[in-house]
């Protein structure tokens, strides 16, 4: 799972499944920024486009674990 949603508090979040570090597939990083556009406003939608694809450089704000599956919790702030 790969996507782009807003938390309890309205802030944009990126989630990532399986290991954090990993290369995310092209397909998958077209795919998740195409349907942030339905999600997030036009400054947001930038910072996405300009940050996704550097996502498995650095570590997540946060895991999550669910049984055996992981989520890597990106937090998105516009400043």
Not at 1 to 7: E, L, Y
């Amino acid at each position: 799972m790969t996507a782009v949603v807003r938390s309890s508090t309205g802030e944009a979040v990126i989630l990532l499944s399986g290991d954090p570090l990993r290369q995310v597939p092209e397909s998958t990083l077209t795919d998740m920024l195409n349907a942030a556009a339905a999600v997030l406003d036009a400054a947001e939608l930038h910072l996405v486009n300009n940050t996704v694809p550097a996502l498995h450089t650095g570590a997540p704000d946060f895991l999550a674990h669910i049984g055996q599956d992981e989520l890597a919790v990106y937090k998105l702030t516009v400043n």
